[in-house]
C-alpha cells in the first residue's frame, strides 16, 4: 500500500511578503542615510532580519531599491495631502513630512548610477510626485492663493526648496523659523499678481 503524499507546502501569505519587502525599504532608508550608499547590501538585509536571496526577489539592485524608498515616500506624502487645506499649511506640513526623503535623497544622489531603466523610473517617480500635487494646486487656485501660472513642477521646486534649508542638526524652533521664512517669500512669489 502507498503512503500518501505528503501535503505540498504552501506559500507564504502574500502578507508576509508585503512585510518583508517593507522592512528591506525601512532598512535600506536607516542604512544608506547612516553609512551612506555604498553600505553593503547584507547589511540592509540583515537589518531587516531576512536573507540577501529576499532582497534580490524583491529589488534588482541598488538602485531599483532606492526607487522604492522614494516611491513609499510619495506613497505617505499622497495619503496626507489634503487639497481643501490652506497651501501654505500645505508646503509646510510637507517640508516637515519630506524632510527626511529630501535629505537622504541628497545624501546617495551623487552615487546613484542609473542605466536608462533605472532613469526612466526616477522620471516617472518625479513625474508621479507632480501629479500628486496636482489637486492641491488646482483647489490653492481655485481658492485665489496661487496663480494661475503656477504648475506642479513649481510646487514640488518650492517644496524641494524650502525643504533644502532644515538641517537634521536643528531643534525644532529652528525648523519652524526656516519652514516660515521660506514659504513666505515662496508663497509671495506664487501668488497671483
Same mark, same amino acid.
Given at each position: /500500500? ?42 540592509? *538585509? ?14 534588482? %539592485?541598488?538602485? *531599483?531599491?532606492? =526607487?522604492?524608498?522614494?516611491? !513609499?515616500?510619495? %506613497?505617505? =506624502?499622497?495619503? /496626507? ?16 513630512? $519630506?524632510? $527626511? *526623503? ?8 551623487? +552615487?546613484?548610477?542609473? +542605466? %536608462? ?26 481658492? $485665489? ?6 504648475? !506642479?513642477? %513649481?510646487?514640488? #521646486? ?5 525643504? !533644502? #534649508? ?6 525644532? +524652533? ?14 509671495? $512669489?506664487?501668488?497671483?499678481?
Amino acid at each position: /500500500m502507498t503512503e500518501p503524499a505528503a501535503p505540498r507546502p504552501t506559500r507564504a501569505p502574500r502578507r508576509d511578503a508585503a512585510r518583508r519587502r517593507e522592512a528591506l525599504i525601512t532598512a535600506a532608508a536607516a542604512r544608506f542615510a547612516e553609512q551612506g550608499y555604498g553600505v553593503p547590501l547584507e547589511a540592509i *538585509a540583515a537589518a531587516a532580519g531576512v536573507g540577501r536571496a529576499t532582497l534580490y526577489r524583491n529589488f534588482e %539592485d541598488r538602485e *531599483a531599491l532606492a =526607487l522604492a524608498i522614494f516611491s !513609499s515616500a510619495v %506613497d505617505r =506624502l499622497e495619503a /496626507m495631502l489634503d487639497p481643501a487645506a490652506p497651501i501654505g499649511t500645505t508646503l509646510a506640513t510637507t517640508v516637515r513630512a $519630506g524632510t $527626511g *526623503a529630501l535629505s537622504l535623497f541628497a545624501r546617495i544622489a551623487a +552615487d546613484l548610477h542609473l +542605466d %536608462d531603466a533605472n532613469r526612466a523610473a526616477f522620471q516617472q517617480l518625479a513625474m508621479r510626485l507632480e501629479t500628486v500635487f496636482a489637486p492641491v494646486l488646482h483647489a490653492a487656485q481655485l481658492r $485665489g492663493e496661487v496663480s494661475d501660472e503656477v504648475t !506642479s513642477r %513649481d510646487l514640488v #521646486l518650492s517644496v524641494r526648496m524650502a525643504g !533644502s #534649508l532644515v538641517l537634521p542638526f536643528m531643534d525644532e +524652533d529652528e525648523v519652524s523659523a526656516k519652514i516660515e521664512a521660506a514659504l513666505r517669500l515662496l508663497l509671495k $512669489g506664487l501668488r497671483p499678481r
